[in-house]
T-cell receptor, first 115, second 114 residues
Framework: DVKVTQSSRYLVKRTGEKVFLECVQD?????MFWYRQDPGLGLRLIYF???????EKGDIPEGYSVSREKKERFSLILESASTNQTSMYLC??????????????FGPGTRLTVL | GENVEQHPSTLSVQEGDSAVIKCTYS??????FPWYKQELGKRPQLIID?????GEKKDQRIAVTLNKTAKHFSLHITETQPEDSAVYFC?????????????FGRGTSLIVHP
């Protein structure tokens, strides 16, 4: 059974703080993704990574950066948190056809509130 | 890039009725179409998917149909039950040799009244 875990379920930070959200998957998936989910806007892609040390911008990368030093771990960084980054953050991992699946598996989400 | 439209945004049905959620996509290179169910407070989970070489797929009370020519695909739930109440997301993906990056619809909130 695929397991995708995120470091925190709930997080409260102050404006200007640096925030780290961590995601770990145990399926040896090549691809990992970070989304934010806001009511009425669905899932919007922030960044994704095809492999270790590789990263690509998604649809809304402004204000975020990522790090992938190990295959199983993908971190989202908010360099200077702002109130408009209050949201639910979902991590996902997925394989490629070589691994038999291109389905995405999601983590439980981190509800971030920036005061 | 890909654009996925999903309708309706909210769907309210009586228990036992059928529910249909429709999605359209724009990129003919998309070839993998998963549907995710997200119950309140939980993570999205895959419930059914279809690839572009198939027109229809069924799994018990749920089915998905795909019309490649018209670039639309639909989720059908028959004999709805209160536990089907959730937000459903469609996605279009360039899998199998593509980017493997899904584009999601905005979601449909399905409410099944007992």
């Amino acid at each position: 059974d695929v397991k995708v875990t995120q470091s925190s379920r709930y997080l409260v930070k102050r404006t200007g703080e640096k925030v780290f959200l961590e995601c770990v998957q145990d399926m040896d998936h090549e691809n990992m993704f970070w989304y934010r989910q806001d009511p009425g806007l669905g899932l919007r892609l922030i960044y994704f990574s095809y492999d270790v040390k590789m990263k690509e911008k998604g649809d809304i990368p402004e204000g975020y950066s990522v790090s992938r030093e190990k295959k199983e771990r993908f971190s989202l960084i908010l360099e200077s948190a702002s109130t408009n980054q209050t949201s639910m953050y979902l991590c996902a991992s997925g394989g490629t056809s070589g691994s038999g699946t291109d389905t995405q598996y999601f983590g439980p989400g981190t509800r971030l509130t920036v005061l | 890039g890909e654009n996925v439209e999903q309708h309706p945004s909210t769907l309210s049905v009586q228990e036992g009725d059928s529910a249909v959620i429709k999605c359209t996509y724009s990129d003919s290179a998309s070839n993998y179409f998963p549907w995710y169910k997200q119950e309140l407070g939980k993570r999205p989970q895959l419930i059914i998917d279809i690839r572009s070489n198939v027109g229809e797929k069924k799994d018990q009370r749920i089915a998905v149909t795909l019309n490649k020519t018209a670039k639309h695909f639909s989720l059908h739930i028959t004999e709805t039950q209160p536990e089907d109440s959730a937000v459903y997301f469609c996605a279009a993906t360039e899998g199998e040799g593509g980017s493997y990056i899904p584009t999601f619809g905005r979601g449909t909130s399905l409410i099944v009244h007992p």
